[in-house]
């Protein structure tokens, strides 16, 4: 399979942003699919992860302002990043895993896309 991230920009601190997560030559419908971030100098980060069924997982740092969702129709995972913050600057990467449940760690996620930038300013 492969991934598409795409959605990433500029937007001042408060703002939102909807990165989507788009796969080709294979349907992502029974694959848990995640979102992970890596800001300058800094690890590679989980944000959010999204079974098959839909249950989701989030980052305590994202909890209650981002949404990870998926359109199994249209083989998208989408991230929805609302009040955004200038520490959420940073190159955001999709993943799916070949399992179906979500995951936390990189590791864990077979396939990933190329990252989108988002740049949060104050």
């Known amino acids: 399979v492969q991934l598409q991230a795409s959605g990433g920009g500029l937007v001042r601190a408060g703002g939102s942003l909807r990165l989507s997560c788009a796969a080709s030559r294979r349907t992502l419908s029974n694959n848990g699919v995640g979102w992970f971030r890596q800001a300058p100098g800094k690890e590679r980060e989980f944000v959010a992860a999204i079974s098959w069924s839909s249950i989701t997982y989030y980052a305590d740092s994202v909890k209650g302002r981002f949404t990870i969702s998926r359109d199994n129709a249209k083989n998208t995972v989408y991230l929805q990043m609302n009040s955004l913050k200038p520490e959420d600057t940073a190159v955001y990467y999709c993943?799916?895993?070949?399992?179906?449940?979500?995951?936390?760690?990189?590791?864990?996620?077979?396939?990933w896309g190329q990252g989108t930038l988002v740049t949060v300013s104050s």
């Open positions: 993943a799916a895993a070949r399992g179906s449940w979500y995951y936390t760690s990189g590791p864990q996620y077979n396939y």
